[in-house]
Nanobody, 126 residues
Framework: QVQLAASGGGSVQAGGSLQLSCSAS????????MAWFRQAPGNGREFVAA???????ADSESAKGRFTIPREIAKNTVSLQMNRLESEDTTVYHC????????????????????WGQGTQVTGSS
């Protein structure tokens, strides 16, 4: 089982930038797919972006062109760099992981990730 610790949430103005981080323990990024989901109150978890064990990435339409998902293998950490933030981006974000050593399309559903970190909140400010 992989344990994940998410951090980096905070308040940001529209058009601003914020970087979230997710540190993994109990597994190496070289054997994990790591993903970011977000969840507004009353809604299910929405896929944002993910990075596979070999560095391939995928993102949602809303994230495309604005978000990237860099990783630091030595620190066992994956980040979500969010730029040009909009009101729809202000919600709680979760990081997730699954063991992945296969070359295959990145899974975009929450059910495909058995391990989850705590949420980190992104809020908007005027």
């Amino acid at each position: 089982q992989v344990q994940l610790a998410a951090s980096g949430g905070g308040s940001v103005q529209a058009g601003g930038s914020l970087q979230l981080s997710c540190s993994a323990s109990g597994g190496s990024l070289s054997s994990l797919a790591m993903a970011w989901f977000r969840q507004a109150p009353g809604n299910g978890r929405e896929f944002v972006a993910a990075i596979s064990w070999n560095g391939g990435t995928a993102d949602s339409e809303s994230a495309k062109g604005r978000f990237t998902i860099p990783r630091e293998i030595a620190k066992n950490t994956v980040s979500l760099q969010m730029n040009r933030l909009e009101s729809e981006d202000t919600t709680v974000y979760h990081c997730a992981a699954r063991y992945d050593r296969e070359i295959m399309p990145i899974i975009r559903t929450a059910s495909g990730y058995p391990d989850w970190g705590q949420g980190t909140q992104v809020t908007g400010s005027s």
